[in-house]
């Protein structure tokens, strides 16, 4: 059972960044994938970014891609979401998953263990 908690959500002006943190803890958190997900109103959860076991391998979704960066520190447990040039469109509930795999992937019920969310606003 690994139990996930995001931080680093808030308000911020169009074109400005947050950095977004994913705490695991229970189960063996370095051997899993890892992705960031998000949920804006009105809207079905979407896949943003993943990476897998040593974060070697990373996806994102084209609409993130050279903005947003994803990495994890397996010592501290923590995978990260860097969000730079962060756009109105951007706003959303974010989640951290885990997958019980080495290897990511961009579908959403491949994931098992999920966070809380941690909200993002992005004022025009």
């Known amino acids: 059972q690994v139990q996930l908690v995001e931080s680093g959500g808030g308000l911020v002006q169009a074109g400005g960044s947050l950095r977004l943190s994913c705490a695991a803890s229970g189960g063996t958190f370095s051997n899993y994938a890892v992705g960031w997900f998000r949920r804006a109103p009105g809207k079905e959860r979407e896949f943003v970014a993943a990476l897998n076991w040593n974060g070697a391998v990373t996806y994102y979704a084209d609409s993130v891609k050279g903005r947003f960066t994803i990495s994890r520190d397996n010592a501290k447990n923590t995978v990260y979401l860097q969000m730079n040039s962060l756009k109105p469109e951007d706003a959303a509930v974010y989640y951290c998953?885990?997958?019980?795999?080495?290897?990511?992937?961009?579908?959403?019920?491949?994931?098992?263990?999920w966070g809380q969310g941690t909200q993002v606003t992005v004022s025009s």
């Open positions: 998953a885990v997958r019980e795999n080495t290897m990511p992937t961009m579908r959403i019920n491949h994931y098992t263990y």
